[in-house]
């Protein structure tokens, strides 16, 4: 059988292309202090007084990840905040918004059986599913504190939903597993609910402590949603086009586990021997093994999946992009445009 890696490698590596994390590193350098006193939250005022439960903090936070959800709210809230300056609380605000990503993560990983996270061993992994529940039970107690330290009504209700909708979006990933009968609507939902949410949260939270008005808040959730759906069709297509080394987990993982994302949806839409194979495939569950993955990922690449999936993040990005020009012309606005880029440069 042929091999699905070289179809994926001639499409993402052909061409040179911008290295991702020099632009991103201009990003942050707007808010570096910022950043700064985001990161040093996470790894002092977290310490728990029990050794062992700060040495799975540190396990967790070690991993690093590139943060992008406290810059959001961090540039969003720079955006917004006009000649002031930003507060205690935007700091807590971008905490907050991490950990509860962060946790998600640990519990993800529980539900997807991961042992590698980042490159690194997950908790699960290293320890136990019951243990790596608690440590993610542990961060959103962390959040819930951080975010009754902002004292907002409104922000608590925000993200009051956004914890309810992470516990939507993975009932209905897992109730439409191994499922080829999966639409675009709900294929959205699930984006919203999962990833789209926690940034739209992010995004006009600050605006909100900043007092603006509704039609800026409004600008600002309607970028965090769009962003967010981007940020996940990419992913889903990284999990079809990458390698583990620049993902920390093997290529097609989602087949494995049943998760139906848009490159398979565009090749099932389509219709045709390959998308009858690929729905065999998927009914049958031989994806769950190596030799069914990589044949899945062949006919997702040579049926267009990969270049279709581009296009539909693109028109996200498009649309995040035009969200903010109700915002002041100002370099913050302009990172948080380049950040919906950076999202895109991943594709290439």
Not at 8 to 23: A, L, N, R, Y
């Amino acid at each position: 059988m042929k091999s699905a890696a070289s179809p994926v490698t001639e499409f993402t590596k052909g061409e040179s292309s911008p290295d991702p994390s020099s632009d991103l590193s201009r990003i942050v350098a707007l808010v570096d202090e910022e950043m700064r006193l985001v990161e040093d939250w996470l790894k002092t005022n977290l310490i728990d007084d029990n050794p062992f439960v700060e040495q799975l903090l540190k396990q967790i936070f070690s991993a690093g990840g590139k943060r992008i959800r406290p810059l959001i709210v961090l540039l969003s809230s720079r955006a917004t905040a006009g000649e002031g300056e930003l507060s205690r609380l935007h700091i807590i605000l971008g905490v907050l918004t991490e950990l509860i990503h962060t946790a998600s993560l640990v519990h993800d990983d529980v539900i997807d059986k991961a042992s590698v996270r980042r490159g690194q061993e997950t908790i699960n992994k290293t320890w136990n599913d019951r243990l790596a529940v608690l440590m993610g039970d542990l961060l959103f107690a962390q959040a819930s504190i951080c975010l009754a330290r902002i004292m907002n009504p409104v922000i608590v209700g925000i993200y009051g939903q956004v914890l309810g909708d992470l516990c939507a979006g993975e009932i209905k990933q897992m109730r439409m597993q191994f499922s080829t009968d999966i639409d675009w609507e709900s294929y959205t939902s699930k984006s919203v609910s999962k990833t789209a949410s926690l940034i739209s949260a992010g995004s006009h939270s600050g605006a909100i402590l900043n007092g603006c008005d509704n039609d800026t808040i409004q600008a600002l959730k309607d970028y965090g949603i769009n962003l967010g759906i981007c940020f996940q069709i990419v992913d889903d297509l990284l999990d079809i086009t990458a390698s583990q080394k620049e993902t920390g987990k093997a290529a097609g993982s989602d087949l494995k586990n049943g998760v139906i994302t848009a490159p398979s949806l565009f090749v099932l839409e389509k219709g045709g021997e390959k998308a009858d194979r690929l729905r065999k495939l998927i009914r049958e569950r031989t994806v769950t093994t190596d030799e069914g993955v990589a044949e899945a990922l062949d006919l997702i690449v040579s049926s267009g999946g990969v270049e279709a999936t581009v296009e539909l993040a693109a028109g996200y990005t498009a649309r995040a992009r035009a969200c903010l020009e109700v915002l002041p012309d100002t370099p913050y606005r302009e990172a948080l445009g380049e950040l919906a880029d950076y999202v895109m440069i991943r594709t290439r």
